[in-house]
């Protein structure tokens, strides 16, 4: 077969096979057509495959708890500060005075962590020496007690410039910077004491008579005279006082504040001459007189300093009350002032408005004394404090 023949023949079986591909010559009738295959249903997008939960990160590995360091070897405690008092010559448990004082800085010391501590001046040579002796052992207050130790006190704070000194019942009449001058308008005190004696008296006559003739003795009678003056003003009484004269400006004096005998003397005395109630202003010297009284029913006795009733219990059913001076209260403020850094010298004055002046309740008389007098006193108490009524010093005597 020649290469052409070849070729026709290829062509016509390559015609046939595609004719047959395509059914052949005889169509058959249509099959219906298959419903029409539903679309497949939309493959569900797969659902989004949930992130993988995060793996919690592995908690924080807890930073150790830190060591306690070792609970501090308490750094040394600060220095205790040191309170020192130099006693006046009634020495530190004379029930008066000193002895207020002394309270006053035991507790003052005990709520400061400080230390108190005090030396008893047996005579008026032993001031100096006394001072002295805190000065060299580095006390951070020296408490002087007293008018009488006015001079040593003030030298001492001159030739020490960098200590600090409390005096009580004594103010200098130059500035002197360390020395905070304590001084107590104890007139106030005694002006209602004098009211209050005024109003209770049976016998129309009261006493009062001092150590030694100084302004802090002299303060207290001056005020006595005083209240029982307005007391005779507004009842229209005449009520007496023996052993003190204002216009005078003197009285009776012991010449001093430890001789007991001379104070129950001296009580007596003011007793036979017909005075019911009696307040000295001695110190000691008044537990003589709280003697003479007790031995002496009907007769009643006014406290000073401190409450009778409490500090001299044994005397306690004969005191009426007494006058307040409240000493305890100026060494703790004036040590409080030193442990916070607020000292400042200077004068400083204690009065019923401030609170370190005052009147003792009248405890086992309390039932004796009439309303009336009660409100008296309360009303002239709150007159003086607002300035209403004037009570004279032994200074500011005319």
């Known amino acids: 077969m020649t290469k052409r023949l070849y070729s026709i023949v290829a062509i016509v079986l390559i015609s046939a096979f595609v004719l047959t591909s395509c059914g052949g010559a005889a169509t058959p009738a249509p099959t219906q057509a298959p419903a029409p295959t539903q679309a497949p249903e939309a493959t569900k997008a797969p659902e989004p495959t949930k992130a993988p939960e995060p793996t919690k990160a592995p908690e924080p590995t807890k930073a150790p708890e830190p060591t306690k360091a070792p609970e501090a070897t308490q750094a040394p405690a600060a220095a205790k500060g040191k309170v020192c008092e130099v006693t006046d010559t009634g020495g530190v448990d004379d ?79 130059e500035p002197v910077n360390n020395v905070w001058q304590q001084v107590y308008a104890t007139q106030e005190g005694a002006f209602l004491t004098g009211y209050a004696a005024a109003a209770m008296t049976k016998t129309g006559k009261v006493g009062t008579f001092g150590g030694i003739n100084i302004p802090p003795v002299a303060d207290f009678m001056v005020g006595f005279q005083e209240g029982i003056e307005y007391y005779n003003k507004e009842n229209g009484t005449k009520v007496q006082l023996l052993g003190w004269d204002n216009a005078k400006k003197d009285g009776l004096f012991t010449g001093d504040f430890n001789d007991q005998d001379k104070g129950k003397q001296f009580g007596q005395n003011l007793i036979d001459e017909g005075a019911d109630i009696i307040m000295p202003v001695a110190g000691p010297v008044g537990l003589g007189t709280a003697a003479a009284v007790k031995e002496n029913p009907g007769t009643m006795i006014i406290g000073v300093d401190t409450d009778w009733f409490v500090s001299a219990p044994e005397y306690k059913d004969i005191v009426l009350t007494s006058v307040l001076k409240h000493l305890e209260l ?53 007159d003086i404090i607002d300035g209403k009524v004037k009570v004279n010093s032994f200074s500011t005597l005319k």
């Open 330 to 382: 100026s060494v703790q403020t004036a040590t409080q002032a030193v442990a916070d850094g607020k000292y400042e010298g200077g004068v400083k004055v204690a009065t019923l408005a401030n609170g370190e002046i005052g009147m003792a309740p009248f405890h086992n008389f309390d039932a004796q004394v009439p309303q009336k007098v009660k409100d008296g006193l309360k009303k002239v108490t709150q």
């Open 95 to 173: 029930k008066s005075f000193n002895q207020t004082a002394w309270v006053g800085a035991q507790d003052i010391a005990k709520k400061l962590g400080w230390e108190a501590t005090y030396l008893e001046s047996k005579q008026q040579t032993d001031y100096e020496k006394n001072i002295n002796e805190f000065i060299k052992s580095k006390c951070d207050l020296i408490v002087t007690v007293g008018f009488l130790l006015g001079d040593a006190t003030l030298a001492a704070a001159k030739a020490n410039p960098d200590q600090k000194f409390q005096i009580l019942d004594n103010a200098f009449s």
